[in-house]
């Protein structure tokens, strides 16, 4: 079973140390979640997860696997996943047209003899976007395009998947379907790390979570202790406490 280990990762711009020796542990079969106020370190821990950027101190393990130092490439074919902050999809292509790229590329790197076009449709049943399979990405609402990035990460059948906000953008009824899907997913054996805006999503799918706050790991637990730690509740004060709490 999957686990990654973050350990102790600093990364620096300039004079901002945008992580200072942050740790996040995400195992399979359950999804973990990374919250925080704005400017936390978030991405940037999505970042040097992926290799996106590379961190000043510490290390990257998928299992026992270092990663710390390899290409964005490697990291992909050890297993690992994201979705974007900002939808980064192919503008030209249908839904399933998004999903079977990335099964298709995974296809020529793979020892795993899937066909990528099965693979896709049952990925188009699995988020729920067979009824627009056909249509072209840039005709959906926000909350479906999320899905999309979400069936072509899944495309790349991985065992740690990495979602940056993937509820913003979806309405109340789409967010519990996602929910849903998440639970299933780490179910299934995959190892989810949630950013997230949305506590109630965090709180319910969650088992454990992780409160960065400039850059440092101030609270690791279940949602309802993380919810309730004084050190949370003052690192939200700054922003808006009602995000954490309400
Ligand atoms: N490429 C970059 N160059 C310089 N500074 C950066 C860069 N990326 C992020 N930062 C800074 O690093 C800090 C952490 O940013 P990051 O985007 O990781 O936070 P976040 O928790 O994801 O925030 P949000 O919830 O608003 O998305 C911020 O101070 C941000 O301005």
Known sequence: MA??????VSVRFGGNLALD????????????????PNGAGKTTMFN???GLVTPTAGRILLDD????????????????????????LFTMLSVRD??????????????????????TEEILDRVGLRAVA?????????GQGRLVELGRALA???RVLLLDEPASGQDETETARFGALLTELATDGTAVLLVEHDMSLVMDVCEVVHVLDLGRIIAVGAPAAVQSDPAVLEAYLGTSATEVVG
């Open 48 to 50: 040097a997860i992926t």
């Open 21 to 36: 020796h942050a740790s996040v542990t995400a195992e399979a079969g359950r999804v973990t979640g990374l919250i925080g």
């Open 65 to 88: 696997r270092d990663l710390t130092r390899t290409s964005l490439h490697r990291r992909a074919r050890a297993g690992l996943a994201r979705t974007f902050q900002q939808l980064e």
């Open 156 to 158: 790349c059948r991985p």
């Open 3 to 8: 686990a990654l280990h973050v350990q102790e």
């Open 134 to 142: 056909d249509e072209r990405v840039t005709g959906l609402p926000t």
């Open 98 to 119: 998004n999903i079977r790229v990335a099964a298709d590329i995974r296809r020529r790197w793979s020892r795993d003899r899937t066909d990528p076009a099965a693979l």
